[in-house]
């Protein structure tokens, strides 16, 4: 089992920034891929960035490149993800995931608004 803890959302202002973290625990050797997704109110769940555990290659949706940068500090099994220029459209609740060998995993979500 993979437990995730975020932290880190709030109330922004438009062109603002926010940085988010996550900190996994249990069977963190498994984890192959981290990222971080986002759900908007009457909207589906989406993905954000995505990073892998060995390497480090990224991958972002296209509404966030430039903007958001994903990043993990395997010596501290913790994830971020920096938001920079948040716009309005950004608010939701962003999730913390991690796909391991024996399934994916999900954190308990944290509040992200921004205002105009």
């Known amino acids: 089992q993979v437990q995730l803890v975020e932290s880190g959302g709030g109330l922004a202002q438009a062109g603002g920034s926010l940085r988010l973290s996550c900190v996994a625990s249990?069977?963190?050797?498994?984890?192959?891929?981290m990222g971080w997704y986002r759900q908007a109110p009457g909207k589906q769940r989406e993905l954000v960035a995505a990073i892998t555990t060995t390497g480090g290659t990224t991958t972002y949706a296209d509404s966030v490149k430039g903007r958001f940068t994903i990043s993990r500090d395997n010596a501290k099994y913790t994830m971020y993800l920096q938001m920079n220029n948040l716009k309005p459209e950004d608010t939701a609740v962003y999730y913390c995931?991690?796909?391991?060998?024996?399934?994916?995993?999900w954190g308990q979500g944290t509040q992200v608004t921004v205002s105009s």
């Open positions: 249990g069977s963190i050797a498994s984890i192959n891929v």
């Open positions: 995931h991690a796909v391991g060998l024996r399934g994916n995993y």
